[in-house]
């Protein structure tokens, strides 16, 4: 059998904390339609991603994927920096 494997899932975010080591907390903002009223509301998701090499800071937009487990919270990783916080 012949498996090809899907590509990992991607989200683009900001960095709101790199207190802990080797990981980042990304906020990642989506807009959902009210079921009834119709209105777009902003809604967000944090999660943490891992980090190797300690190079985020807060503010930076970042691209994490979805990976296997590698801690109780932690199912991403970063893939790149896409701007850095002024």
């Known amino acids: 059998m012949s498996e090809q494997q ?3 899932r991607t989200l683009i975010g900001q960095v709101v904390s790199n207190a802990m080591d080797k990981t ?3 906020t990642v903002e989506r807009r959902v ?3 009834v009223y ?3 509301m902003k809604r967000s998701t944090k999660v943490h991603a891992h980090d190797e090499a300690n190079e985020c800071h807060s503010g930076d937009t970042v ?3 979805q ?3 590698l801690s109780k ?3 991403w990783r970063l893939v790149k920096v ?3 916080a002024s």
Do not use: D, Q, W
Request: aromatic share 4%; with cysteine.
């Open 33 to 35: 339609k009210h079921p």
């Open 24 to 26: 980042i907390t990304v």
């Open 63 to 65: 691209m994490v994927e």
């Open 67 to 69: 990976c296997r487990p």
């Open 6 to 8: 899907a590509s990992n």
């Open 38 to 40: 119709g209105k777009f």
């Open 82 to 84: 896409l701007e850095r």
């Open 73 to 75: 919270s932690k199912t």
